[in-house]
C-alpha cells in the first residue's frame, strides 16, 4: 500500500521561503501524477500545484504562478514543493497528493492523500 508522508512546513514571515516534500513510501511515484493542495481554515480544499508522472508536465494554481516551484527527485520517489515570496495568504495546511491521471486540479481526481504540513506566513 502506497503512503504519502509530508515534511518542511514550519512558520515564517512575509517574503520568506520553504519547501515542503512528500516522500512517497510502499511504492514509487512513477506511477501516479503528483500534486500539492492547500486549505486555509473555514475555505474549501484548492489545488495548488501539479506535477505529471514523467515530470515533463507542471501545471500551477494562478495565485502562485512565479512564486512556487514542483519537482520530483529521488528516483521520482519524492515530490518537492519550494515556495518563495511567501505572503499571509498562503498560510494554510498543504497535502500532498496522488492521482492515477493528469492534468489533476480537482479534489475529486486525488486516490492518496497525505496527512497535512502547516504552513503560517506571518510577521
Known amino acids: 500500500q502506497v503512503y504519502l508522508v509530508e515534511s518542511g512546513g514550519g512558520a515564517v514571515q512575509p517574503g520568506g521561503s520553504l519547501r515542503l516534500s512528500c516522500a512517497v513510501s510502499?511504492?514509487?511515484?512513477?506511477?501516479?501524477?503528483m500534486g500539492w493542495f492547500r486549505q486555509a481554515p473555514e475555505k474549501e480544499r484548492e489545488f495548488v500545484a501539479a506535477?505529471?508522472?514523467?515530470?515533463?508536465?507542471?501545471e500551477y494554481a494562478d495565485a502562485v504562478k512565479g512564486r512556487f516551484t514542483i519537482s520530483s527527485g529521488g528516483a521520482k520517489n519524492t515530490v518537492y514543493l519550494q515556495m518563495n515570496s511567501l505572503k499571509p495568504d498562503d498560510t494554510a495546511v498543504y497535502f500532498c497528493?496522488?492521482?492515477?491521471?493528469?492534468?489533476?486540479?480537482?479534489?475529486?481526481?486525488?486516490?492518496?492523500w497525505g496527512q497535512g504540513t502547516q504552513v503560517t506566513v506571518s510577521s
Open positions: 497528493a496522488a492521482a492515477k491521471g493528469y492534468p489533476l486540479s480537482e479534489v475529486r481526481d486525488i486516490n492518496l
Open positions: 510502499g511504492g514509487s511515484s512513477n506511477t501516479y501524477a
Open positions: 506535477i505529471s508522472w514523467t515530470g515533463n508536465g507542471r
